[in-house]
């Protein structure tokens, strides 16, 4: 799964109802004396959901509502829900972004007729890492490293990047955003926060800052808005893929 996503986004506010004109369908939203109902089955039914990820599409089933809003406690942001009845069956889906690390409280409402007199709610509670850094380290120190990563989006997707949980690593040179990759030298780096490092003592690494970092080592990718040689920024999120070997 390659999933991009941007910075925590603020208090949506819009919803969205679907009406029903195809042939054969049976029925959807709501009405004065109908009670709305709606469930969680996707990602899971369960009541929480470990992700390494900054976002995810959540769904499930809906009776008796025609609008769907989820709310996440921490953020106070809002995503838009998307109501959908074939043959009388509602489901309904939202994509959820902006997920901090940590309890992201999501509560689901689904309202009949858009007033807020006559809701539903469900609850799923979306968890990420503490220290989405940790997840992407290529090994403990340079010995026991057999991985790196290749930003994917870097010029001719040539740069790489080796992270190790002593605070070291091992990158390619050149600026990622204009030139080929050149040689590969040694660095140190600082924590900045939870999901970004500085890179401390090598001015010619492709790579000088690392933020808003998702994803595992475990999936073989994660995304990450990069700083390249020169302070030049990118605000766009990379993808970077997981590699056998070392560099």
């Given amino acids: 799964m390659n999933v991009t996503y941007m910075s925590v986004l603020s208090a949506v506010t819009v919803m969205l109802t679907f009406i029903c004109t195809l042939p054969g369908c049976g029925g959807g939203g709501g009405s004065a004396g109908q009670v709305p109902s709606i469930t969680i089955t996707n990602p899971t039914s369960a009541p929480s959901y470990a992700t390494v990820w900054t976002g995810e599409l959540i769904g499930g089933t809906i009776s008796n509502a025609g609008f769907v809003t989820a709310s996440n406690a921490q953020t106070g942001a809002s995503a838009i829900g998307l109501v959908i009845y074939n043959q009388g069956i509602g489901s309904w889906s939202a994509d959820i972004r902006g997920l901090l690390p940590g309890d992201n409280l999501i509560t689901v409402t689904a309202d009949s007729d858009g007033t807020g007199t006559n809701i539903a709610n469900a609850y799923i509670n979306l968890i990420r890492p503490l220290q989405p850094i940790n997840e992407i380290f290529n090994g403990l120190n340079p010995f026991s490293a057999n991985t790196y990563w290749t930003d994917d989006h870097s010029f001719n997707q040539s740069h790489k990047i080796a992270l190790f949980e002593d605070g070291t690593g091992r990158s390619t040179t050149g600026s990622a955003l204009g030139e080929n990759a050149g040689s590969v030298l040694d660095f140190t780096w600082t924590i900045l926060g939870p999901e970004s490092i500085l890179i401390t ?12 970092i998702s994803g595992s080592i475990t999936v073989n990718m994660y995304n990450g808005q990069i700083e390249t040689v020169g302070g030049m920024s990118d605000l766009a999120l990379h993808t970077f893929s997981l590699q056998a070997g070392t560099i």
């Fill in 201 to 212: 003592n090598c001015p010619s690494c492709s790579f000088q800052m690392l933020s808003r």
